[in-house]
């Protein structure tokens, strides 16, 4: 087996109809702070997070996923969250990439338009665990 990867954090990703309820709730109730938004041409928010101490919780719509997979589009297929998890490096995202070897790749690997090197797969269990070196 290949080194394991370092990890710095992990974030849930929750798969919502809505981006901004979901925000409020964490900032106006129990003093999280806006992190990261992306709005859509629309102005509505496609994906956020939101921050308090080491806590992170990141919020992506059903339509943005299914934008970027329309195979993600068949009802009940379960995927309501992702596991969101950084690595410390290049060199553990390829140790990563790398252990996971055999599992179904969902998006491979990739870099996104906010400079992070990413790319997902899914666990046995059918959970879609994305590693991401920033």
């Known amino acids: 087996m290949s080194a ?4 710095k954090s992990l974030s849930p990703v929750l798969i919502v109809d809505r981006v901004e309820p979901c925000v409020e709730f964490w900032t106006e109730r129990l003093g999280f702070t806006r ?8 102005g509505q928010l496609i994906f956020a997070s939101v921050k308090k101490g080491d806590v992170e919780i990141m ?4 339509a943005s996923v299914v934008a970027e997979d329309p195979s993600q589009a068949t009802e009940g297929n379960g ?3 992702v596991l969101f998890i950084q690595v410390s490096s290049l060199g553990d995202l390829d140790a990563a990439e790398a252990a996971t070897r055999n ?5 491979p690997r990739h870099t996104t338009f906010y ?3 990413e ?4 666990e046995p269990g059918g959970t879609v665990v994305g590693f991401a070196a920033l």
């Open 4 to 7: 394991s990867p370092a990890m």
């Open 35 to 42: 992190e990261n938004e992306v709005p859509a041409s629309d």
């Open 59 to 62: 919020y992506q719509t059903k």
């Open 79 to 81: 995927r309501n969250a």
């Open 103 to 107: 599992a179904p790749v969902v998006k």
């Open 115 to 117: 400079g992070s090197t």
């Open 119 to 122: 790319f997902y797969v899914r």
